[in-house]
């Protein structure tokens, strides 16, 4: 037993172990996804008859330019291949088995960062997410008459596309998304390797200039409905080398590098890089990617069917040249796998929450683990602050907290106690009058959202040394004004570590003005390598314990409990 335990841990809740859809966020449709260009938004449903009036333009234009001797001496000087002689041939095993992996694993990867990406339904390029700034979204207006959360922004994907497919399932999703990055990036590493390990490098980097040239009269040839020479076997064209080089060398790396640029943890670690590259643009640039590979998917797979389906498929599922039935045998089995896999894992999810939790937690939790030990020390300037910051959160509904709030905080008491060996209670009088220390941070809320703001309090260093935890001490349990959304108070783990950090204080000022009752007053914390939910505000009281395993569902957090987020997020 805990020496101490707070009265506040007897209004927590134990939560189930699967989604109960009948306590979840009701479902809530967005829009159709548009674009902003200048002050209009358009709809991207656009690009449908954009596209089909291209090809009803451009084929039969194509078709006339090739006539002009000109065109025709263009082809014949550059027939859409280099002439460089190559020393591979063929698909070997390796790189067919890799093929099958980086698209069943791409798959699950698109489906999770769709549903990530309806939790906050808006993309911006810069760094404070006000409403109306957003150059993308599929979300209506924010509304203007009444208080509206990032949480009641969140949208429904269909169950057939986002994974898992209900309203602000984010959390399960993440685990999702990013053990399957995990995967993906390692298969990609072991792709690179063998690679430049066997000549096959040659199939898809240039080696010459003559590529551009090579590219273009391939495309020329594509338009025109005679297609260039079919070598796959052997060689690419250049249309298909350039394709394959973007995709692998600069799309692949730049999902990994926008995707880690949306972690408190490391934009927070690396200065100016991170305040450039900040997280909004970095997730309008991982969008972009995710658009680019959804179109190379799409004229990839395309192209295989019309330029000998058969053949293609001897070529990349058999490993052998020909033109028989055998690899389009194993490439339905391959289909069928991915389809099964791909209708399982939405009621796999929601029946099996906290097995998806778990999993997660096994496969990436080491490296959220790594990630906390960054020094997040990242700070911007006043000219930086956010003119909007999204409000979040169950609000107090408690006649204790309005009785608070009416009289100013000024009868507020912060109790502090659990494994110290000075358990105190604290006025609000008593907080201001100990050291302030302010600071300019981003917020990253784990929804996509993010904002800077200055915050003013009590540094958290100052707390340890006046209750003074004692060795058994590892972790700080924050204790909220509010419930959660299923009922039953809000709580947060972190561990001690976190709370000794040179950035973690107890703000009760937010950029120069006292803390609002809709950012967390009269107290919330600051912890900024951490992601926004474990910034507990309306903070009432703070226990210091060995472990959690015994609170609420033992998960870390009331979110982590009842929503299935991670106890570390650092990322």
Sequence with gaps: MR??????????????????????????????????LGRK???????????????????????????????????????GQDSIPVQYFGFPA??????????????????????????????????????????????????????????????????????????????????????????????GLVFYLMLFSTHQWQRIVPRTWAVFPNALSSAVQYLSLRFPAEEGWVRYNSLQLLAYFATVFIAAPLAVVTGLMQAPAVSNKLGWFGRVLHRQAARSIHFLVLCWFLFFILIHVTMVFVTGLLANLDHMFAGVNG????????????????????????????????????????????LKAIAEWWDPNNQYSEADISPHLWPNGTMPNSAEYDALARAGFGDYRLRVGGLVENPVVVSQAELKAMPKQEQITCHFCIQGWSGIAKWGGVPMRHILKIVRPKAAARYAVFYSFAEGAEG????????????????????????????????????????????????????????????????????????????????????
């Design 323 to 366: 033109n028989s039935p055998t690899g389009l045998g194993i490439f339905l089995a391959a289909l069928t796998l991915v389809i099964v896999a791909w209708a399982l894992a939405t009621p796999l999810t929601i029946n099996h929450a906290r097995a998806v939790q778990k999993t997660g937690e096994f496969m990436i939790g080491w």
């Design 3 to 36: 020496e101490l335990m707070d009265p506040l841990e007897g209004q927590l809740t134990h939560a189930d172990d699967r989604v109960r859809l009948s306590a979840w966020l009701p479902p809530q449709f967005g829009g159709t996804p548009r674009v902003r």
């Design 41 to 79: 938004w358009y709809s991207v449903l656009w690009l449908i008859p954009i596209g089909f009036l291209f090809l009803t333009v451009g084929v039969p234009l194509v078709q006339e330019l090739r006539r002009l001797p000109a065109v025709q001496h263009f082809i014949a000087r550059y027939p």
């Design 94 to 187: 390796w790189l067919r088995w890799q093929h099958f992996l980086n698209l069943f694993l791409l798959l699950f990867i698109i489906r999770a960062g769709l549903q990530i990406l309806a939790d906050h339904p808006r993309l911006y390029w810069n760094p404070h997410c006000t409403p109306g700034t957003e150059w993308f979204r599929f979300q209506h207006d924010v509304p203007r008459d009444r208080i509206w959360t990032a949480k009641d922004d969140s949208v429904t994907l269909p169950g057939w596309l986002g994974l898992p497919g209900i309203r602000h399932s984010i959390g399960l999703a993440r685990w999702w998304h990013f053990s399957c990055d995990l995967l993906w990036v390692l298969n």
């Design 488 to 571: 039953g108070r809000y709580y947060d783990v972190h561990t001690i570590d976190n709370m000794r950090h040179h950035l973690t204080i107890l703000a009760y000022e937010m950029s120069g003005k006292p803390l609002s009752v809709l950012h967390g007053a009269p107290l919330r914390l600051r912890c900024e390598n951490e992601l926004g939910f474990k910034q507990v505000k309306w903070i009432a009281a703070i226990e210091f314990v060995d472990d959690f395993a015994r609170i609420g569902a033992g998960q870390g957090g009331y979110n982590e409990d009842h929503e299935f987020y991670g106890y570390r997020m650092p990322i």
